[in-house]
T-cell receptor, first 111, second 112 residues
């Protein structure tokens, strides 16, 4: 079966711009989570969606937002980009809390 | 904030040797999971151990959990060059288990 698909794989943006990342979960998975990975802070939880509702949110500023569509695909948006937002953004889908399947990530570089 | 802390941060071994990585965490958990990441790519789920389990095996992987010490270990036996990767432990952040808190990871290098 197809895995978790994240697009785009790489992205370069300028400070102040906004960006939208996309995640298509495994078919049948209704839970989608987003994580940010940086060398300094490691892997940090951003938010989790289930059946189009945000169920859990990490400790990130309001510039980070997300949504989930009826087909379980999810998007996350970062507005007013800062240099510190440069990171690998990972999406994961699951049927439940017993193991997550991660996508290959989107590498965002803010210049 | 990080829940888990892996030890060591980096480990270099020869093919055929065993690799042991440790993870400590701070709060009570429902389960603990181990993931592998190759060179900045996505994470691959390796194994999950529930809080009422003490040991679990999967192929060349052996995971132990000591909830009294809030620690876990991952043992990879007969390491191969293909095991070269970063390994992370992750615990569920709340009772619903809908968010994972990761440690900083152990970088394993296996040379042939």
């Amino acid at each position: 079966k197809a895995g978790v698909t994240q697009t785009p794989r790489y992205l370069i943006k300028t400070r102040g711009q906004q960006v939208t990342l996309s995640c298509s979960p495994i078919s049948g998975h209704r839970s989608v989570s987003w994580y940010q990975q940086t060398p300094g802070q490691g892997l940090q939880f951003l938010f989790e969606y289930f059946s189009e509702t945000q169920r859990n949110k990490g400790n990130f500023p309001g510039r980070f937002s997300g949504r989930q569509f009826s087909n379980s695909r999810s998007e996350m948006n970062v507005s007013t980009l800062e240099l510190g937002d440069s990171a690998l953004y990972l999406c994961a889908s699951s049927l439940g809390p017993s193991g997550y399947t991660f996508g290959s990530g989107t590498r965002l570089t803010v210049v | 904030s990080q829940q888990g802390e892996e030890d060591p941060q980096a480990l270099s071994i020869q093919e055929g040797e065993n690799a042991t990585m440790n993870c400590s965490y701070k709060t009570s958990i429902n389960n603990l999971q181990w993931y592998r990441q190759n060179s900045g790519r996505g994470l691959v789920h390796l194994i999950l151990i529930r809080s009422n389990e003490r040991e679990k095996h999967s192929g060349r992987l052996r995971v132990t959990l000591d909830t009294s010490k809030k620690s876990s270990s991952l043992l990879i036996t007969a390491s191969r060059a293909a095991d070269t990767a970063s390994y992370f432990c992750a615990t569920d952040a709340n009772q619903a288990g809908t968010a994972l808190i990761f440690g900083k990871g152990t970088t394993l290098s296996v040379s042939s």
